[in-house]
């Protein structure tokens, strides 16, 4: 089992920037991969970002150039940098990691961005 712990969320005006933490029970490096999901209330949990143990990237569409996802072996933890924040970036943020075909969640943090 693993378990994903997410710190970070809070209250930020449209274009600030905030950084979530997740924090996972065991090494980083030996799951098959990590990241972050959004779920706004009423709407369908969306990609984010993920990074695989290969360096592997990805971002959803609606967030390129704006988060970027990042790592810290030595602490266990990974990262999302959020910047040029919208007010549709409101949402509970997930943890996710796969290991061996298996999803593993956090409970989430919520986002909320407005002035």
């Known amino acids: 089992q693993v378990q994903l712990v997410e710190s970070g969320g809070g209250l930020v005006q449209p274009g600030g920037s905030l950084r979530l933490s997740c924090a996972a029970s065991?090494?980083?490096?030996?799951?098959?991969?990590m990241g972050w999901y959004r779920q706004a209330p009423g709407k369908e949990r969306e990609l984010v970002a993920t990074?695989?143990?290969?360096?592997?990237?990805n971002y959803g569409d609606s967030v390129k150039g704006r988060f970027s996802i990042s790592r810290d072996n030595a602490e266990n933890t990974v990262y999302l940098q959020m910047n040029s924040l919208k007010s549709e970036d409101t949402a509970v943020y997930y943890c996710?990691?796969?290991?061996?075909?298996?999803?593993?969640w956090g409970r989430g943090t919520q986002v909320t961005v407005s002035s």
């Open positions: 065991r090494s980083i490096s030996s799951l098959n991969a």
């Open positions: 990074i695989t143990s290969d360096g592997i990237v």
């Open positions: 996710n990691a796969v290991l061996h075909f298996v999803y593993y």
